[in-house]
């Protein structure tokens, strides 16, 4: 079992993948989203522990990973004004690779860690059937879309 050398992912308008595509040096994934630095278990206090990220993926023509612009805008307890922070952030670095076409991608499995939180396209994939998804797997972190068969650009969340 192994996962394709690239993985499409399906631009969806208004939805968890409507900000990524293609710019004149390549593809794009571009996102506002939430995690958990590694270590940390939500609690009852989770809006103090949940971090706020502006994410610029960028990738070459063939799916390559070539950069990732994350940068930290505070914790959910502060938000809309976060969210905010991080949307003038990464609304500056789309018009920095401008101009962007919103469509569909396929990249390739890659990694990026900052301020110990996991982000990339991630192979997920077990020979364990009592572990995992049951078959090849990626997932993106750390918004936990997950990419499988028949690797259409669909995913589950």
Known sequence: ???PEVIPIKYLPDYRTDRIGRHAGGQFFADITG???EGVTPGH???HQQRIYAVLHRFDDGGHHVGSDIWFAGVRAESPAAVER???VLSG????I????Y?????RPFRADFDNVVFG???ETTDDPYEGHGGPWAELHPQRLGFHEPWDGEYDT
């Open 45 to 47: 206090d989770w809006r």
């Open 35 to 37: 995690a958990y630095q």
């Open 1 to 3: 079992m192994r996962l």
């Open 98 to 101: 401008g101009p962007v076409t």
């Open 86 to 88: 991080a949307e003038q």
């Open 121 to 123: 396209l991630i192979d």
């Open 103 to 107: 469509c569909d991608i396929t990249i």
């Open 93 to 96: 670095w789309l018009s920095d």
